[in-house]
């Protein structure tokens, strides 16, 4: 008699460490928690690849759950925020200079990073409770929405704006960044010209946001600083007053960047985009 074939279960892709991340990616995007169940099917995962990974996510606390209510986001997410929020390099160097821009010109400053195809705020300071952004800290906001995330698409080198653009040109088009990649490139070009760029209500409806580079000592960006004003149709006098303060306070964190750096012997801080 010959012998019956036994047939294994298909691999799932990629290394164990990318499948946790997947885990953890479909249970940040939930609306709330999920089950076991569910992020095995969004993911095709098995049952016992899924319940390995989640035991050991628990058991590192980036993952939790209550019982017949599903995985949520665990404790140590909390503490690794406080821990970039009192260590991360950037933060520490812009706080001082955010602080004091936002007091003087009484509106809220954000510091963001690039984050995959997104920007993220990761720190805010505010010179008047009056003043209201929903652009808050831990917030992503798409490449082309707001000045604080088009003025880091602005710096970011050709093949990557090409990308980006092939994937999300009709974004681009709803932001008046063009809609071909010509336009798009031209409209860029002008940014970096101007050295800051300003969008009235794009994440907020009723303000100005008027956003600059923080660059590195090579001139690759690494983040944006960006003011909220509680106002609209600035003039153009105006624009370019605060767009020039924005541009200062972003090159000063920039250059206490590459201060800090050469002071303990680092390379550059590098970006966390890909």
């Given amino acids: 008699m010959g ?15 990318e499948r946790m991340l997947r885990i953890l990616d479909v249970i940040e995007e939930a609306d709330a928690a999920a089950s076991a169940e569910e992020i095995a099917g969004r993911l095709g995962f098995t049952r016992s690849t899924t319940y390995r990974y989640l035991k050991a996510l628990a058991e590192a606390g980036l993952v939790t759950s209550l019982p017949d209510m599903g995985f949520t986001l665990g404790p140590r997410i909390a503490e690794l925020d406080w821990r970039m929020r009192t260590r991360d390099p950037l933060i520490q160097a812009g706080r001082p200079v955010m602080a004091e821009l936002a007091r003087s010109e009484a509106g809220v400053v954000l510091l963001c990073r690039r984050y995959r195809d997104l920007v993220l705020c990761v720190h805010q300071e505010r010179g008047n409770d009056a003043v209201k952004s929903f652009y808050e800290r831990g917030r992503a906001r798409p490449p082309v929405r707001g000045a604080a995330s088009r003025v880091i698409l602005a710096w970011l080198p050709a093949p990557q704006i090409a990308r980006l653009f092939d994937q999300h040109g009709e974004d681009f088009a709803a932001a008046g960044l063009g809609a071909t990649l010509a336009e798009a490139r031209a409209r860029l070009r002008e940014i970096r010209v101007a050295g800051f760029d300003a969008t009235e209500g794009q994440v907020t409806a009723g303000v100005t946001g008027i956003a ?15 003011l909220t004003v509680p106002r609209t149709a600035l003039s153009a006098r105006e624009r370019g007053r605060i767009g020039g303060r924005v541009m200062l306070c972003a090159g000063i964190i920039g250059n206490a960047l590459q201060g800090a750096n050469a002071l303990h012997g680092q390379g550059a801080i590098p970006n966390s985009g890909t």
Avoid: K
């Avoid at 012998?3 to 460490?17: H, K, V």
């Avoid at 600059?212 to 001139?219: E, I, Q, S, T």
């Fill in 212 to 226: 600059a580079p923080v660059l590195d000592g090579a001139g690759a960006v690494l983040g944006s600083l960006n």
């Fill in 3 to 17: 012998e019956t074939a036994t047939i294994e279960p298909a691999a799932e892709p990629g290394t164990s460490l």
